[in-house]
């Protein structure tokens, strides 16, 4: 078993910043990729980002809406996976989730993640 708790989210002016923070427990996800999604009120669950595997680091890839505002990165020896935030903005509202893939490069499905957060609230304010 796994278990995933983020933390980070909070109130934010448009404009401003967050990193979220999500650590494993349980089992080691050092060797999986490990995602971000979010869902919005009335909405469906998107992907944001996602880091694949890798000793050094991994690759890295992100929606379109977020590329060059957000951040992905891992710690493998702490077991954490981070979402750096950067000129929020009111759309970027919603519960964050962070996710393990089900191997070393995971995609934009939620079906390609096995083990989800209890998601931490970001909300932007205009």
């Known amino acids: 078993q796994v278990q995933l708790v983020e933390s980070g989210g909070g109130l934010v002016q448009a404009g401003g910043s967050l990193r979220l923070s999500c650590t494993a427990s349980?089992?080691?996800?050092?060797?999986?990729?490990m995602g971000w999604f979010r869902q919005a009120p009335g909405k469906e669950r998107e992907f944001v980002a996602a880091i694949g595997f890798s000793w050094s680091a991994g690759s890295t890839y992100y929606t379109d809406s977020v590329k060059g505002r957000f951040t992905i990165s891992r710690d493998n020896a702490k077991n954490t996976v981070y979402l750096q935030m950067n000129s929020l903005k009111p759309e970027d509202t919603a519960v964050y989730y962070c996710?393990?893939?089900?191997?070393?490069?995971?995609?934009?499905?939620?079906?390609?993640?096995?083990?989800w957060g209890q998601g931490t609230q970001v909300t932007v304010s205009s």
């Open positions: 349980g089992r080691t996800v050092r060797s999986n990729a």
């Open positions: 996710a393990r893939g089900l191997s070393v490069v995971s995609g934009r499905s939620p079906h390609e993640y096995d083990y």
